[in-house]
């Protein structure tokens, strides 16, 4: 006779990710940094060069003074915006280079 598992896909994937957190984080962090094309556009992602995530905080480098001091302004939504789109709290800040 065959043994069924009766887990679901999403309790596997649970149970893995909680005996393997750095995978997680770092499933989580990539979301955050797609998250930026998303949540703010084409338009931004023009004027993007690069997007990291280091200690709970978004790096992104962008080509116009001008952007980035209009995104310093929104920082704290910005944040939130991007954890809601990935689902967690995944950053804690941005720092715009």
Known sequence: MQRRNTQSLGEV???????H?????KMMEI?????WGEVLGATIMQ??????????????SLTSSVLRSELTLC???LV???ND???ASVIANIVFH
């Open 13 to 19: 994937l649970r149970d893995f990710f909680e005996d």
């Open 21 to 25: 957190t750095e995978l997680y984080e």
């Open 31 to 35: 979301r955050v940094q797609r998250a």
């Open 47 to 60: 004027y993007t060069r690069n997007i990291y995530v280091r200690d709970r905080v978004l790096h992104v």
């Open 75 to 77: 920082r704290e939504r």
């Open 80 to 82: 939130k915006s991007l």
């Open 85 to 87: 789109y990935a689902g």
